[in-house]
């Protein structure tokens, strides 16, 4: 049976992948809706047409059937059947991620997050052919040396941006947000209300509480990285995950879920086996 690292990290995969399909098929609704016949502009894409709107669709409903297919294989015995379905669906998702230019860092933590159980399905399908079992070490020391790059990185680009740790960058993201839900997008939470940020800005307190809020955020993040390579126990680190990556997701709940899945999923797999031969979880 799959370990309980691996299970919860596909489960995290299923959701990204699943999720991000979803966003691919809404996207699609709201503009066939609002604008019949024609298309739309996205950063980083530039114009849709319906044309390339109708190939997303097709290529996230492919996306989604990869998804359905890995579910099955976090909770069902290691056998050549499953791994090769396994192996097949995270070539698929690969491949979909890849055409449809997923974000940036939402692209490499799902690309990273597949290989990875693909890397665990060929060691399947090896110790299945070969009688033996395959060792969940190297999926985990490998998740481990991704994950801490992930996490170290950012939290140190975070330290050496003055503008965000002034907390500068979280005022200008919480005005941005409340100035657009306010507008009647429905990507960010209407909190709070832009009579009430109108005052919050020219408070010493809520400028003191967003510089905290940017020291917290870079130090969280560099002791995610640190214990990603086994410096704390992975159960710590675990538990210190999920609330930060709830925070990172009230940023913008619909589109950073399949971003935060799948570096959790990630982070998950690294403290089952760190680097550093730290205390699993």
Request: some cysteine; proline content about 6%.
């Amino acid at each position: 049976m799959p370990s309980r690292a691996f299970t919860a990290a596909v489960c995290c995969l299923v959701l990204a992948l699943a999720w991000r399909a979803g966003l691919v098929l809404l996207d699609h609704r709201a503009v066939r809706r609002g604008y019949p016949g024609a298309g739309a502009y996205r950063v980083g894409r530039g114009w849709s047409g319906p044309d390339a709107w109708a190939g997303q669709c097709r290529r996230a409903l492919v996306g989604l059937a990869a998804a359905a297919v890995l579910l099955p294989v976090a909770v069902l015995p290691a056998s050549r059947a499953a791994a090769g379905a396994a192996l097949l669906a995270c070539g698929t998702a690969g491949a979909w991620i890849l055409l449809d230019r997923a974000p940036r860092f939402t692209g490499v933590c799902l690309l990273v997050l597949l290989a990875l159980v693909a890397v665990r399905e060929v060691g399947v399908l090896a110790g299945v052919l070969a009688g033996g079992e395959p060792s969940a070490a190297r999926v985990g020391f490998l998740a481990s040396f991704f994950a801490a790059q992930m996490y170290l990185v950012a939290g140190l680009r975070k330290v050496r941006s003055p503008q965000f740790m002034s907390g500068r960058v979280l005022m200008d993201n919480i005005a941005y947000n409340a100035w657009q839900a306010a507008a009647g997008s429905r990507e960010f939470l209407p909190v709070p209300s832009l009579p009430r940020l109108a005052v919050a800005l020219d408070a010493p307190v809520f400028r003191a509480a967003c510089r905290a809020a940017a020291v917290a955020t870079a130090g969280v993040e560099l002791t995610l990285g640190l214990g990603a390579l086994g410096l704390f126990p992975g159960a710590v680190t675990v538990l210190l995950a999920v609330p930060a990556h709830l925070a990172f997701t009230a940023i913008s709940p619909r589109r950073i879920v399949p971003f935060s899945a799948a570096s959790l999923g990630l982070l998950l797999l690294a403290a089952s086996h760190p680097l550093l031969s730290g205390p699993g979880w």
